[in-house]
Nanobody, 124 residues
Framework: QVQLIESGGGLVQAGGSLRLSCAAS????????VGWFHQAPGKEREFVAAISGSGSATYYVDSVKGRFTISRDNAKNTVYLQMDSLKPEDTAVYYC?????????????????WGQGTQVTVSS
């Protein structure tokens, strides 16, 4: 059974940092592109960042470039999202997903597996 388990969310003041983790079981993350999406109340789930299976390629939505860093530790079967200089508009539930191909990683329907999400709240 495939599971993606997110952790690391919480409440932080604007300008602070959090590191989210996406731990996988039942699949080998090096065989998948892994993406982070977020979903605010009343809004669609939106792309944030993705990393290829080898880790050689990354992609970010413009609003987080220079603030967020996605990385992976294939030995731990885990992908991370380091979030710095957080803003109140980053407040959302953050989900990680695994996709078999790198093509269209910004599109949530391309993902085969999802975690349950972790809440990130940034206070002003």
């Amino acid at each position: 059974q495939v599971q993606l388990i997110e952790s690391g969310g919480g409440l932080v003041q604007a300008g602070g940092s959090l590191r989210l983790s996406c731990a996988a079981s039942g699949l080998t993350v090096s065989n998948y592109a892994v993406g982070w999406f977020h979903q605010a109340p009343g809004k669609e789930r939106e792309f944030v960042a993705a990393i290829s299976g080898s880790g050689s390629a990354t992609y970010y939505v413009d609003s987080v470039k220079g603030r967020f860093t996605i990385s992976r530790d294939n030995a731990k079967n885990t992908v991370y999202l380091q979030m710095d200089s957080l803003k109140p508009e980053d407040t959302a539930v953050y989900y990680c997903g695994a996709a078999k191909t790198w093509t269209n990683v910004v599109v949530r329907y391309e993902y085969d597996y999802w975690g349950q999400g972790t809440q990130v709240t940034v206070s002003s």
